[in-house]
């Protein structure tokens, strides 16, 4: 468990940091909380040959809301997401999500960009980044692109982001009144990756009818999942339970686990069923209090 040796940058501004990807291309990996790429080298999974620390980079540390988005910095530490009075109050479905991450020793350094550059369909943020219908700010040498999170998870562990990039801005869009949102996630034990888990994110209309929702839906397939039947399935509905019944049949349908030492395929998209069914119920509840 020791990894090949590597040579170690950690510039203090995002021009040097993209200046160092440009001039070392595939050889280089950016390190932030370093709680996947850690284990991914020590394992040989990963073996680059510099790594370039990003946590001396300045302004890439914030929770703020600002222009009809909630701005996330992409070194803004699960812990400071899981504290933060704001994501309590306002998007309870990001604090659902950063709060059953692995442990508190790991919740201290990992990074919600770190989660989401990783690409690792067992990841939690990146369903519920699906959910909320997020946008990701990558910053690389011909300066900002805004990338939607339906297209940034192009498969296992591979990302849209280019290897001169990096993740600076995770955007959400600020909710609507009559908005709820919940994360549910079955774990072997605290601190596991999913079996399974589901994001929910809706906004109900004055009659309370669903007006908009997001489905996602954590590693039980290739990447993320965006339950788009589920979604618009629902869309227009009254959301009591027969109807949430059969938006999780969809989001079943739309799961593809695999057998693994989680559990049987059937255990998982039953599972799936399960999760977002009381996803669902949790985001309505949610919406109609607020
Ligand atoms: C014991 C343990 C349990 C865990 N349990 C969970 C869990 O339950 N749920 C969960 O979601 N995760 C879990 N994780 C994984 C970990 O929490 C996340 O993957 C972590 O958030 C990754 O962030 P990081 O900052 O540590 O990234 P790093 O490990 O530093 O980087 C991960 C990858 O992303 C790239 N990268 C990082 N930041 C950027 C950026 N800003 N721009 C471009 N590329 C970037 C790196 O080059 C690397 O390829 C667990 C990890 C451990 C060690």
Same mark, same amino acid.
């Given at each position: 468990?020791?990894?090949?040796?590597?040579?170690?940058?950690?510039? @203090?501004?995002?021009?040097?940091?993209?200046?160092?990807?440009?001039?070392?291309?595939?050889?280089?990996?950016?390190?932030?909380?370093?709680?996947?790429?850690?284990?991914?080298?020590?394992?040989?999974?990963?073996?680059?040959?510099?790594?370039?620390?990003?946590?001396?980079?300045?302004?890439?540390?914030?929770?703020?809301? =600002?222009?009809?988005?909630?701005?996330?910095?992409?070194?803004?530490?699960? =812990?400071?997401?899981?504290?933060?009075?704001?994501? @309590?109050?306002?998007?309870?479905?990001?604090?659902?999500?950063?709060?059953?991450?692995?442990?508190?020793?790991?919740?201290?350094?990992?990074?919600?960009?770190?989660?989401?550059?990783?690409?690792?369909?067992?990841?939690?943020?990146?369903?519920?980044?699906?959910?909320?219908?997020?946008?990701?700010?990558?910053?690389?040498?011909?300066?900002?692109?805004?990338?939607?999170?339906? =297209?940034?998870?192009?498969?296992?562990?591979?990302?849209?982001?280019? =290897?001169?990039?990096?993740?600076?801005?995770?955007?959400?869009?600020?909710?609507?009144?009559?908005?709820?949102?919940?994360?549910?996630?079955?774990?072997? @034990?605290?601190?596991?990756?999913?079996?399974?888990?589901?994001?929910?994110?809706?906004?109900?209309?004055?009659?309370?009818?669903?007006?908009?929702?997001?489905?996602?839906?954590?590693?039980?397939?290739?990447?993320?999942? @965006?339950?788009?039947?589920?979604?618009?399935?629902?869309?227009?509905?009254?959301?009591?339970?027969?109807?949430?019944?059969?938006?999780?049949?969809?989001?079943?349908?739309?799961?593809?686990?695999?057998?693994?030492?989680?559990?049987?395929?059937?255990?998982?998209?039953?599972?799936?069923?399960?999760?977002?069914?009381?996803?669902?119920?949790?985001?309505?509840?949610?919406?109609?209090?607020?």
């Amino acid at each position: 468990m020791i990894p090949a040796s590597f040579d170690y940058v950690a510039p @203090k501004t995002i021009g040097k940091a993209i200046a160092l990807l440009q001039q070392h291309g595939a050889k280089a990996k950016v390190l932030a909380g370093g709680h996947s790429l850690l284990p991914a080298m020590k394992l040989r999974l990963a073996s680059p040959k510099i790594l370039i620390d990003i946590n001396r980079l300045p302004n890439l540390d914030y929770i703020k809301e =600002s222009g009809g988005w909630l701005r996330i910095g992409a070194l803004t530490r699960e =812990s400071a997401l899981d504290e933060s009075d704001l994501i @309590k109050s306002k998007y309870p479905i990001i604090a659902d999500t950063a709060r059953v991450i692995a442990d508190p020793l790991v919740r201290n350094m990992a990074t919600v960009g770190g989660n989401l550059a990783h690409g690792d369909p067992a990841n939690d943020h990146p369903a519920t980044m699906l959910a909320l219908g997020a946008e990701i700010v990558a910053t690389g040498p011909k300066g900002k692109r805004t990338i939607p999170i339906e =297209s940034f998870f192009i498969d296992a562990f591979q990302t849209a982001l280019k =290897s001169q990039e990096i993740l600076t801005e995770i955007r959400v869009p600020m909710p609507k009144p009559r908005s709820g949102g919940a994360y549910m996630k079955l774990e072997r @034990k605290v601190g596991d990756f999913a079996i399974a888990g589901v994001a929910a994110q809706l906004t109900l209309d004055d009659a309370g009818n669903i007006k908009t929702v997001g489905i996602g839906l954590t590693n039980v397939g290739l990447t993320a999942i @965006k339950a788009e039947k589920a979604e618009a399935f629902l869309r227009g509905k009254t959301p009591d339970d027969a109807t949430l019944k059969q938006a999780s049949e969809l989001a079943a349908a739309a799961s593809q686990p695999q057998s693994d030492l989680r559990g049987p395929e059937e255990y998982k998209r039953a599972m799936v069923r399960v999760l977002t069914f009381r996803a669902l119920k949790r985001a309505v509840e949610r919406a109609q209090a607020g």
